[in-house]
């Protein structure tokens, strides 16, 4: 069974400062999604990574999937109110072709003004 | 906008009473999902339509059914709820093809928050 452990769970900072989510398995993936969820609404797509050591931007979130495809981080920088959202890792399996994915427990992001 | 479209966004049902939650979709996926969110938890797959065959999560209860009535639409059932099906219900959709190379993003809709008393 494939898992996916995301840490923290929990993470509480104040506007400006710089974060870190990690995303972490003993399984390869073919490819991994990012989704921001905000409350009351559904998980929305943010990149998804598919070679090893592949690094994507999207304006201050920075996202890395590790050499060997097992593993992926986020990072934002700078970080604003306006990320506050559960954020879900979510992988698709090595042999690809199949519709699943597989969920992280997902990290609850609090950015206080 | 091509999207998924949930309705109810709000239900709420007494102990036991039969609940539809409905899905639609413009984005012409053919692979569609139900998850069960509960507070602050991952979505949790309880089954999926590949086209038309069903897919059934070995720990969804028996209590959860669903129809798909064509490529558009999908429909979740819960036939007896419990207080424990007390839950946001995500409806996604993803385009797959055996043989093919996709990456299998899913697209969500907003969901419905399901209580019930």
Known sequence: ?113 | DAMVIQNPRYQVTQFGKPVTLSCSQTLNHNVMYWYQQKSSQAPKLLFHYYDKDFNNEADTPDNFQSRRPNTSFCFLDIRSPGLGDTAMYLCATSVNKRGARYYNEQFFGPGTRLTVL
């Open chain 1, 1 to 113: 069974t494939q898992l996916l452990e995301q840490s923290p769970q929990f993470l509480s900072i104040q506007e400006g400062e710089n974060l870190t989510v990690y995303c972490n398995s003993s399984s390869v993936f073919s490819s991994l999604q990012w989704y921001r969820q905000e409350p009351g609404e559904g998980p929305v797509l943010l990149v998804t990574v598919v070679t090893g050591g592949e690094v994507k931007k999207l304006k201050r979130l920075t996202f890395q999937f590790g050499d060997a495809r097992k593993d992926s981080s986020l990072h934002i920088t700078a970080a604003q109110p306006g990320d506050t959202g559960l954020y879900l890792c979510a992988g698709e399996g090595y042999k690809g072709g199949s519709e699943k994915l597989v969920f992280g427990k997902g990290t609850k992001l609090t950015v206080n003004p």
